[in-house]
């Protein structure tokens, strides 16, 4: 077994910050820390270095958008620590500003997401291991309302799960076809959005923001 | 000649006529002296002259414009005064109130120019000059000659018996021809003369006169400070437009206080559903899920229904984010109008594109309206007019403060004519706002919405 999982949990609610901590020490990940504001975040991630960061996005002082400053700012110093920004609703422009910020390790989730242990255990670990995490609420809508007249429905669904960070592998799993199919898909999409030079990895990120950003 | 030794003819001029040396050029000179003397002489004169008559002439027509203005200004300051007074004292004589016009202090925070100006150009200051010093004293004298002439001839007339008895009694004529003039009662006196019963009677008759004009006297004072009032109320009352206006500055704060009580409400409503029970419902399914984790299976059924309950009430929480969504959308809380507006672009099912320059703060009331009318307005372009493009613009503009949104669309137009288009509820919003919306929407398109809302 490897070993536990480390994070660090900023969530002004005590209700949900006892809650959530529960949740995840339930979950066999290790909460190093719990707090109410992002103030000492950029110390306590120093100190501490936890392999993901869980923020709520209205913090104090204003309780407006401080969680994504706060995330915006550690990734800037410190890429390799994961943040996974949660909130009690979905906000394209703030998954924009989190992918622009660096698009590995990051992730943005509704709290309803986090109730449920096998989600939450999910998300962490994928954050954990770089990976993009977005709310299948958001990728939802922003396909919804970004019906690209170029992609046709299965490249639209492929899409959807590649904005929600999932691997080829697990995009064919879920869509219960061959992994190559899931591969031209891709391919498809990546030409129809003029994506064709980057490497895979990254061209997957620039997709999805593409699309947040059109 | 002397021309002979000149190749080419030449114009006679004064100075090549003549036979000239240095010495009688020089000499023809002095000849001119005294009189360009003269000239310079006459012409300093003159124009010391002119200079003095004119600058005295400029200086106290200058002199008498600002002396003009000061008594002008003293002249309407004082009528005012006196005006106000005037009400005052109508008032204490027992007349109905008048409304006095709205008053400022005339010269504070103002500078003298200014105030002069906004003193002569406010209507009130001219009739209150007019009341002060052309009506008060022709109405003044023409009542005072009534009641005064009234009032005297009643106490005369009312006493006559007692200063009868007193002639007699020094054995003085009851009347001298020589005295009196129009008066009634010594009218009647000269014509009852030395009959001493026609005398008696003649004083009862004037006693009585007297006694009645006394009796009328309330009606006469009544009726002369209903002519004063009569024209203190023409000249000196506020006018009925400045009623209308104090009522519409007060709709107007009235409408504004309504919707900025509204939008703060509807904003503390969004923060306490955030804050209360969206809270407790994920707090409830945190729970739920420890619950099913702990019972690992040991009952099925139990399971099921603890399933449930977090599938009911993740439900919940979906109908309060939309609930919030709907009044107070979380972007437009945590970002303001512009962050808010951009999303509502990459939001809509056409592309929209979007130009944004909003400047400066902006009331949290007309940030949210505005929100909400922009959002019907793509709505309605997406919707009724079957847009595929859709361009939206939101700008402050200054002198005066506005803020100005623009939605274009390239759909099928008609806006008006369509029933149930939205535009009504739209209308309904800007007019809360004070703001105008035009929109013009030809059959075929394109549609051009139009909202202007004033910021200051």
Do not use: C
């Not at chain 2, 503009?397 to 004519?417: I, K, S, W």
């Amino acid at each position: 077994m490897t070993a536990p999982l480390r994070v660090v949990v900023v969530e002004d609610s005590t209700l949900l910050r006892e809650g959530l901590v529960r949740l995840l020490e339930e979950d066999g990940i290790e909460v190093l820390a719990a707090v109410g504001d992002a103030e000492r975040l950029p110390a306590i991630v120093n100190e501490r270095r936890p392999d993901v960061v869980l923020l709520d996005i209205r913090l104090p002082p204003t309780h407006r958008d401080e969680g994504v400053q706060a995330a915006v700012a550690l990734r800037r110093t410190r890429p390799d620590v994961g943040v996974l920004l949660l909130s009690q609703y979905v906000e394209s422009t703030y998954a924009g500003e989190l992918l622009a910020s660096g698009a590995r390790g990051v992730g943005y989730l509704l709290k309803d997401r986090v109730t449920d242990l096998a989600q939450l255990h999910d998300a962490v670990e994928r954050v954990a291991a770089g990976g993009t995490v977005l709310d299948p609420t958001l990728v939802e809508r922003l396909l919804r309302a970004r019906s690209d007249p170029r992609l046709t429905p299965r490249e639209r669904e492929v899409l959807a799960l590649m904005a929600e960070g999932r691997s080829n592998a697990a995009i064919a799993a879920r869509l219960v076809v061959g992994q190559g199919a899931v591969e031209k898909h891709v391919t498809s999409i990546f030409g129809k959005l003029g994506l064709e030079e980057s490497p895979e990895a990254h061209r997957r990120v620039l997709a999805v923001l593409r699309y947040l950003d059109a | 000649m002397t021309t002979a030794t000149i190749p080419a003819p030449v114009p006679p001029t004064p100075v090549r006529s003549s036979p000239s040396s240095p010495g009688r050029r020089y000499g023809r000179m002095w000849a001119r002296t005294p009189r360009e003397l003269g000239y310079l002489a006459l012409t300093a004169v003159i124009g010391l002259v002119v200079s003095v008559v004119a600058w005295g002439v400029v200086g106290a027509g200058s002199a008498f414009i600002v002396l003009g203005v000061a008594l002008l200004i003293a002249l309407m300051l004082g009528s005012r005064y006196l005006g106000i007074w005037d009400l005052r004292r109508l008032r204490w004589a027992g007349t109905a109130p008048i409304a006095e016009p709205t008053w400022d202090r005339p010269f504070a925070g103002k500078r003298p120019l200014r105030a002069i100006g906004d003193v002569i150009a406010n209507p009130h200051y001219w009739l209150y000059a007019l009341h002060a010093s052309v009506v008060t004293p022709v109405l003044a004298l023409i009542t005072f000659v009534i009641w005064s002439t009234w009032l005297g001839t009643a106490l005369v007339a009312v006493t006559s018996p007692a200063w009868a008895t007193i002639r007699v009694a020094q054995g003085v004529p009851l009347w001298r021809g020589e005295e009196g003039g129009g008066n009634v009662v010594a009218y009647l006196l000269s014509a009852a003369g030395a009959d001493r019963g026609a005398a008696g009677w003649a004083i009862a008759g004037v006693t009585a006169l007297g006694l009645l004009m006394l009796a009328l006297l309330p009606f006469i004072t009544r009726g002369l400070v209903l002519a004063h009032r009569g024209a203190a109320r023409l000249l000196l009352a506020r006018f009925a437009s400045e009623d209308l206006r104090g009522e519409v500055a007060r709709a107007d704060a009235a409408r504004l206080a309504a919707v900025t009580a509204e939008d703060s409400a509807l904003r503390r409503l969004e923060r306490d559903i955030h804050d209360g029970p969206q809270q407790h419902l994920l707090r409830l399914q945190m729970e739920l899920a420890t619950a099913e984790r702990r019972l690992d299976g040991a009952s099925p059924e139990a399971a099921e229904s603890l399933a449930t309950a977090r599938r009911l009430a993740g439900e919940t929480l979906d109908e309060l984010r939309a609930l919030a969504q709907g009044f107070a959308p979380p972007l437009l809380q945590d970002r303001g109008l512009s962050a808010a507006l951009g999303a509502l672009g990459r939001r809509g099912a056409v592309p929209v594109e979007t130009a944004i320059a909003v400047r400066g703060e902006l009331p949290d009331a007309v940030e949210r309206s505005v929100y909400f009318i922009a959002a019907e307005l793509t709505t309605n372009a997406i919707k009724h007019a079957g847009a595929s493009r859709i361009r939206l613009e939101a700008r402050t503009e200054e002198e005066p403060r506005v803020l100005r949104l623009v939605v274009t669309d390239d759909g099928r137009g008609g806006a008006a004519t369509v029933p149930d288009h939205g535009l009504a509820g739209i209308a309904d919003r800007v007019a809360g706002l004070g703001g105008t919306l035009a929109v013009v929407s030809p059959v075929g398109g394109p549609t051009v919405a139009e909202v202007r809302v004033p910021l200051s």
